[in-house]
């Protein structure tokens, strides 16, 4: 019996070392295998991404420049699904991300181009739709070369992410796949503002209140709401169907839209005040720079919008007697556009599509000193435009639409204020360009707001932008609020939609104090 006990005594102690050695194995093969999972979803993750080393920068396929100028269709056709994710996969994850930096609306850019490598599209359009309210217009338009891919860190030697495509691709995925759902506020709120204006500024703001449970109206003088969005920008660069969707879709979220109002005619200013706990101006800058010297009353001599709206309405398929009657169109005309902005590039651009006998860009610097998108440069280029660089116009002449101008050459001095190199025109080098059609793009000023608003308490710039303060982006008139390009002069369409969405926050805080 004693014999036993200890037998069993002892197969008990060994049980228990042998446990005891069996959960030590077990928690170190644990260890191991969790070690050996973790290297296996390094090296998948790294096929995913860090790829620059060996896949090349690829932008989307571009038609033929014989081929695009025969239609308004965008130049670029779309990333496929596995284009898309080789392309986000060059990404390089970088501690510090410039191209996030440098992006005013501080877009994830890094988290949502990771998401697109690992094919988790859903995921990568949620990141991009909580900083950008139109990341597929932005994806488009917006001039990636000076802003996220210009600072992209791995640029020199590998060329940098195909950022906006990418971008674009995300969004379009996400229209098509249904993601994109009218707003459902979490609660309604009994207060309502008033946004005059429906370009990016104001309807960034529209949907960040309206989300907030805002009840949200926007008036606008032109028939369709967008702004420059859907009447200054070409149908190459940005097909209208994208922003007649977000518009679409806003109007479904209980945004009220009241189109061909102008305010101080249709209602006054003092009218929408009252109607609404707040107002916010965004109206955007339309009236064109002039050149220093006189038209003399040619006919043939037209502003850059003006010739740009036209050719949207037209192709809208609105009814436009301008066009039909040759006042705005180019067709068969020798067509001078003075200016070197993306603006005279959407003109030069319009007017080779539109068949126009010739198109030179009359620029008073070098290539190096246009202040518009080099790739934008590059496409004009490739479409046959004629550039005329270092040629300053002095004097029109002519009869009715036939119109000469005499253009001076100029070197570039020392730079200005700004930092830019002034233009001094070289004597007696001068000669005369001749044209049908001449359409200045020299940029955009700010309307006289209080004058056509009646409203003269809105106080102006120096500069005729609206004055605010910029902590809250009030004016000088408690509730109204001002946004976009009527406060920080002609800029870009991203830079419209940061200041619309810091206008929502700053109206919301005015209001739930009130």
Known sequence: MIITVNFLNNRSVLLTQYLVIYKAFLKKFQFLLQYLKGLVIFIFMTTKLLQFVNQKREMPKKRGSSLRLKDFDEIYKNFNKLEAKKQAGRC?????????????????IPDWLKLAAENRLEEAYEVAQSTNNFPEICGSICPQDRLCEGNCVIEKGFESVTIGRVEKHITDTAWKSGWIKPLIPPKEINKSIGIIGSGPAGLAAAEQLRKKGYKVEIYDRYD?????????????????????????ILKESGIVFHNNFEVGKT?????????????????????????DFSEENLTGIVPALDFLITNNKKGLGDNVPEFDNGKLNSINKNVVVIGGGDTAMDCVRTAVRQNAKSVTCLYRRNRENMPGSMREVFHAEEEGINFSWLSLPT?????????????????LGKPDASGRMIPKILLNKTHTLKADLIIKALGFNPENIPKMFNEPKLKVTNWGTLKIDHNTMMSSKAGVFAAGDIVRGASLVVWAIKDGRDAAESIHKYLIKC
Do not use: M
Request: aromatic content about 10%; some cysteine; hydrophobic content about 35%.
């Open 224 to 248: 369709r709401p967008g702004g420059l969005l859907i009447y200054g920008i070409p149908n190459f660069k940005l097909e209208k169907y994208a922003v007649q969707r977000r518009t679409k």
């Open 395 to 411: 004097k029109f002449k002519g009869v009715n639409s036939h119109v000469d101008i005499d253009v001076a050459e100029v070197a």
């Open 92 to 108: 390089s994850q970088c501690g510090v991300p410039f191209c996030q930096v440098h992006c005013p609306l501080q877009n994830n």
């Open 267 to 291: 209602k006054s200013f003092d009218f929408l005040k009252k109607k609404h706990d707040a107002l916010l101006i965004a109206t955007g800058v339309y009236k064109a720079k002039e050149l």
